[in-house]
């Protein structure tokens, strides 16, 4: 959530669908890593890919939050720290061979919190305005 939380990204136009869709993801990825636990390398890959469009985009400045400039530049840094920090964290544990469902978990917030944000965007949830702030 750490990360998902400071992007944005796609939403449903209700609570329920959106809260039945996080559920659903959220089993979805427990029953994804019991499958990749043996091809870490993969998972790897696309992280740091996720990681990059994180970095690149930031966040998204969604229609029903509409950020004034000043905040959007704020989300947009927190998102960037977030999930610096968490792929730092990944690393620290890959390099220390510390590795794991855990560190499964965390590859998998940080590919799906860039997909949300690719999706948001591709779905034209964005703001009019984000444009600009760029």
Same mark, same amino acid.
């Given at each position: 959530? +750490?990360?998902?939380n400071r992007t944005g990204g796609f939403h449903f136009d209700s609570f329920w669908k959106c809260y039945l869709g996080t559920?659903?993801?959220?089993? #979805?990825?427990?029953?994804?890593?019991? #499958?990749?636990?043996?091809?870490?390398?993969?998972?790897?890959?696309?992280? +740091?890919?996720? #990681?990059?469009? *994180?970095?690149? *985009?930031? &966040?998204?400045?969604?229609?029903?939050?509409?950020?004034?400039?000043?905040?959007?530049? &704020?989300?947009?840094?927190?998102?960037?720290? &977030?999930?610096?920090?968490l792929v730092a964290l990944i690393a620290i544990l890959k390099i220390s061979r510390i590795s794991g469902k855990m560190v499964?978990?965390?590859?998998?917030?940080?590919?799906?919190?860039?997909?949300?944000?690719?999706?948001?965007?591709? &779905?034209?949830?964005?703001?009019?305005?984000?444009?600009?702030?760029?």
């Open positions: 959530f +750490l990360v998902r559920v659903g993801m959220e089993i #979805f990825v427990i029953y994804l890593v019991q #499958f990749s636990a043996n091809i870490t390398a993969v998972i790897d890959i696309l992280c +740091l890919c996720m #990681f990059c469009v *994180i970095i690149r *985009i930031g &966040a998204m400045n969604h229609i029903n939050m509409n950020y004034s400039e000043e905040e959007f530049i &704020a989300i947009k840094k927190k998102a960037r720290i &977030a999930s610096s920090g499964l978990y965390m590859e998998y917030a940080v590919i799906l919190s860039g997909l949300m944000l690719i999706l948001g965007i591709l &779905a034209g949830q964005e703001a009019e305005e984000r444009r600009k702030f760029l």
